[in-house]
């Protein structure tokens, strides 16, 4: 119908208007019952939170994949020179707890030294674990462009080492070296594992600001420590064996224990100043991730990775 008639024609105009008004409706109707999926809130915090720990270091044309995914791709450590654990290993079906060593002096000017001898592995001295995690400060300044967040990791004065232990190269991230992870409370959290290959950092990871999710348990393995004890996932079902690992995370002051079962052994982590820090040898592959337990001082199971949601129990 042409404008001409339908001014000619009132009828005919009002039913026109009643109808195009009608059609307005349907099309808002239509409108709102097409709407996306509810987003999967859980999976996406989670991620956020492991993207927000993401940080890699690039250096030629290697990819030193030092972040992770809720545990990413890794390198890991491989052949044991020195002794297994973090901490004394008692058997997977008694564990036994053993009074720590003293760790080595701390130099006034250097970061503090960990808590027990037996968190720095493999024949790494505290002097090499210092020097190490400096060349990683000197590798974060020269690979990091002025002005952007994170360059200030400050000096190694402001740190604790928590760990020191051998690091085995896969396809991802060739060559041997040593993983020294530290960390500082003040003025902001901070937790760093350094890479370190023929005496200089060739990579570092850098957890800062909120040390964990809100809703978290007593005991909260570093969303970020998979490169602690995987291998490249390039490398699935190929690993280099025997294989140094090592296991990290915060803990509640009313943890009193943490175990770490992996491959088939259960080492007794070491408690350093809100930390835990346990290690081991593989000589097998495995394909699930250390199962992770803490206890309180009366010797009830107070946390079971195995319980915790956003804990991956399987390898990638």
Same mark, same amino acid.
């Given at each position: 119908? &042409?404008?001409?008639?339908?001014?000619?024609?009132?009828?005919?105009?009002?039913?026109? $208007?009643?109808?195009?008004?009608?059609?307005?409706?349907?099309?808002?109707?239509?409108?709102?019952?097409?709407?996306?999926?509810?987003?999967?809130?859980?999976?996406?915090?989670?991620?956020?939170?492991?993207?927000?720990?993401?940080?890699?270091?690039? $250096?030629?044309?290697?990819?030193?994949?030092?972040?992770?995914?809720?545990?990413?791709?890794?390198?890991?450590?491989?052949?044991?020179?020195?002794?297994?654990?973090?901490?004394?290993?008692?058997?997977?079906?008694?564990?036994?707890? $053993?009074?720590?060593?003293?760790?080595?002096?701390?130099?006034?000017?250097?970061?503090?030294?960990?808590?027990?001898?037996?968190?720095?592995?493999?024949?790494?001295?505290?002097?090499?674990?210092?020097?190490?995690?400096?060349?990683?400060?000197?590798?974060?300044?020269?690979?990091?462009?002025?002005?952007?967040?994170?360059?200030?990791?400050?000096?190694?004065?402001?740190?604790?080492?928590?760990?020191?232990?051998?690091?085995?190269?896969?396809?991802?991230?060739?060559?041997?070296?040593?993983?020294?992870?530290?960390?500082?409370?003040?003025?902001?959290?901070?937790?760093?594992?350094?890479?370190?290959?023929?005496?200089?950092?060739?990579?570092?990871?850098?957890?800062?600001?909120?040390?964990?999710?809100? #809703?978290?348990?007593?005991?909260?393995?570093?969303?970020?420590?998979?490169?602690?004890?995987?291998?490249?996932?390039?490398?699935?079902?190929? +690993?280099?064996?025997?294989?140094? +690992?090592? &296991?990290?995370?915060?803990?509640?002051?009313?943890?009193?224990?943490?175990?770490?079962?992996?491959?088939?052994?259960?080492?007794?982590?070491?408690? #350093?100043?809100? +930390?835990?820090?346990?290690?081991?040898?593989?000589?097998?592959?495995?394909?699930?991730?250390?199962?992770?337990?803490?206890?309180?001082?009366?010797?009830?199971?107070?946390?079971?990775?195995?319980?915790?949601? &956003?804990?991956?129990?399987?390898?990638?």
């Amino acid at each position: 119908m &042409s404008e001409e008639q339908r001014r000619d024609d009132p009828g005919r105009q009002e039913e026109a $208007t009643d109808f195009e008004e009608r059609l307005r409706e349907l099309l808002a109707e239509d409108a709102y019952t097409i709407r996306p999926s509810p987003a999967p809130y859980p999976a996406i915090r989670r991620q956020g939170v492991v993207e927000r720990q993401r940080r890699m270091a690039v $250096t030629g044309a290697v990819l030193v994949t030092l972040a992770a995914l809720p545990v990413g791709a890794y390198a890991l450590t491989g052949r044991s020179a020195g002794t297994d654990t973090a901490a004394p290993t008692p058997s997977v079906s008694a564990p036994q707890r $053993t009074a720590a060593k003293p760790s080595p002096s701390a130099s006034p000017s250097g970061p503090a030294a960990p808590a027990t001898e037996g968190q720095l592995l493999d024949g790494i001295t505290y002097e090499r674990a210092v020097s190490g995690l400096e060349s990683c400060f000197a590798f974060d300044r020269a690979h990091t462009p002025p002005g952007s967040p994170g360059t200030n990791l400050g000096d190694s004065a402001g740190y604790r080492i928590l760990l020191a232990m051998r690091s085995t190269g896969d396809s991802n991230a060739p060559g041997d070296g040593y993983f020294v992870v530290a960390v500082k409370e003040r003025p902001t959290p901070v937790r760093v594992i350094c890479n370190v290959k023929d005496g200089e950092g060739s990579g570092l990871n850098v957890d800062s600001g909120d040390p964990g999710l809100p #809703d978290a348990g007593p005991v909260q393995p570093d969303a970020n420590g998979g490169k602690l004890y995987m291998q490249s996932v390039l490398d699935k079902g190929n +690993w280099k064996l025997p294989f140094r +690992w090592g &296991s990290i995370g915060r803990v509640d002051p009313s943890v009193d224990r943490v175990t770490v079962s992996y491959g088939g052994r259960t080492s007794e982590a070491a408690l #350093d100043h809100g +930390w835990f820090v346990a290690s081991g040898t593989l000589t097998e592959q495995v394909t699930l991730a250390p199962h992770i337990k803490g206890y309180g001082a009366d010797g009830k199971l107070v946390y079971d990775s195995d319980d915790d949601k &956003s804990y991956q129990p399987a390898l990638p």
